[in-house]
């Protein structure tokens, strides 16, 4: 399996989740890999300071927009256990851009970010926000069979 197989699934997925917690608000999700930030959120009619003309590719975008306000959502993928490599690059990510919610799914296992996550419980690896309010990126197994993320696995829990 090539990790762009699991785009179309995970965008689905990122529909109906965002479709459920925010009812009355335009949702719109989107394979976004080969695109900057910047110019996704151009399309519509979103202006990201921090995004402009920097190199930062989300897989798969979530917006939430209702009157003039917004809300990002991310989620990477990886067919690989997963590393703290992974982890650093979406971290990166979500302290620049801070948006509402950010996944971390693979079709593998959790690899080497399991032990430190679970072993040694540094979810604290996790954290990212403004300061104001702390949020923490989910990481997960993604089910291939089932095109949904495996919750038995989810960090937090």
């Given amino acids: 399996m090539k990790e762009f197989e699991l785009y179309a699934p995970m965008a689905n997925w990122l529909k109906n989740y965002l479709s459920g917690k925010y009812k009355n608000s335009e949702i719109i999700v989107e394979d976004s890999h080969a695109q900057r930030l910047d110019r996704v959120l151009k399309k519509y009619g979103i202006t990201n300071d921090l995004a ?43 302290k620049l851009i801070d948006p509402e919610e950010a996944f971390l799914f693979t079709s593998n296992n959790l690899g080497s970010l399991n032990k430190l996550l679970k072993g040694f419980g540094r979810e604290d690896l996790l954290d990212f926000g403004n300061g104001k309010r702390i949020k923490k990126m989910k990481v997960a197994v993604w089910d291939v069979l089932r095109n949904n993320i495996n919750y038995l696995t989810e960090i937090p829990n």
Avoid: H, N, S
Avoid at 75 to 87: C, G, H, M, S
């Fill in 52 to 94: 402009t003309g920097v190199d930062i590719q989300i897989d798969v975008l979530g917006i939430v927009k209702k009157d003039d306000q917004y809300k990002l959502f991310f989620i990477e993928a990886k067919i690989t256990p997963l590393t703290l490599r992974d982890l650093g690059q979406l971290w990166a990510y979500c």
